[in-house]
């Protein structure tokens, strides 16, 4: 297949593209600004709404990863720099879709599993209501940007992705130092709910998603059997072979990384992939140990 891809030099989208290089043809669809663009890149310019048609029309699938990363200390600034990082790509892309006369047939939009806010010890599917706060908001508003694309006709997934595990980025590669001094340990009260899933595993999520036909809509894209935040603390203890003894109050994790602190550490998200189970994707890292083992290998 012809698969177009945005946000492909990010840690998922690397992960991806070597997932689906082997069987298909995959492009980069990169920003004007791009400093390592290749010659069969696709440009295109969400702030200013540029972006070639017929580049949509000759693919077969769109995997739309783009977004500007979570992990620094909010401000007003910064949170919309998040919010046009991923409404106005995707509005874009999704209304130049259904423009198309021979529009892809499928796109896999990445989404998030803030959708369902700060939710305790409730399990979460994909029915299951909103949340609240700025993520919830920002999940639901990215979601509803995909709907052009999906009233035209292309099959649209909406991963709403968990914690992923991988030692090249995101909350493990920042929480590996700490934990190899010795200096780890639980967030808050640690009863908190971490949904996770291992790079190389949502890599194939992603390749599930385009092949299988009976998948659409949102689909939490995270491993079975989410762990406590005490839980994965001591697994990656374990992992690691240090002491997990220093917590890290709810109310410093505030101070040093305010509201993203509460949205993304201290919330509590059980979610359970149903639709993945139901469809029968088998994983290969299941295991919340062996998953940390194969992560930091």
């Not at 959708?115 to 706060?133: A, K, M, Q, V």
């Not at 990656?236 to 040093?256: D, E, S, Y």
Request: with cysteine; proline share 5%; glycine share 8%.
């Amino acid at each position: 297949m012809q698969i177009l891809m945005t946000g492909a030099s990010g840690l998922v989208g690397t992960a991806t593209r070597h997932q689906l290089l082997p069987n298909h043809e995959v492009r980069r669809l990169v920003r004007s600004t791009s400093s390592n663009r290749a010659v069969e890149d696709v440009v295109w310019d969400p702030q200013s709404g540029n972006m070639d048609r017929q580049c949509l029309e000759q693919a077969d699938v769109v995997v739309h990863l783009a977004g500007e990363n979570l992990g620094r200390r909010w401000n007003s600034a910064l949170k919309q720099q998040i919010r046009d990082s991923r409404i106005l790509g995707t509005q874009l892309l999704c209304e130049t879709i259904a423009k198309c006369e021979s529009p892809p047939r499928v796109l896999i939009a990445a989404s998030a599993i803030g959708y369902y806010g700060h939710r305790g010890d409730e399990e979460l599917i994909e029915s299951s209501s909103p949340g609240s706060g700025f993520l919830a908001e920002l999940v639901r508003d990215w979601e509803a940007a995909t709907e052009p694309a999906k009233a035209g006709g292309t099959r649209v997934v909406n991963l709403r992705i968990g914690v992923v595990l991988s030692k090249d980025g995101g909350a493990l590669k920042s929480m590996l130092l700490p934990f190899k001094l010795g200096l780890g340990g639980i967030v808050g009260n640690g009863r908190q709910f971490w949904s996770w899933i291992e790079l190389s595993d949502l890599a194939r999520v992603i390749e599930f998603a385009i092949q299988t036909e009976s998948l659409s809509g949102p689909v939490n894209a995270v491993a079975p059997n989410p762990p406590t935040n005490r839980e994965f603390t001591k697994a990656l203890g374990r992992t690691l072979h240090r002491p997990t003894v220093f917590p890290m109050p709810a109310f410093a994790a505030k101070l040093v990384l305010g509201e993203m602190a509460q949205e993304l550490l201290l919330a509590s998200a059980r979610v359970i992939p149903a639709k993945l189970t139901e469809h029968d994707f088998e994983y290969q890292h299941a295991d919340l140990d062996e998953a940390l083992r194969h992560a930091l290998m």
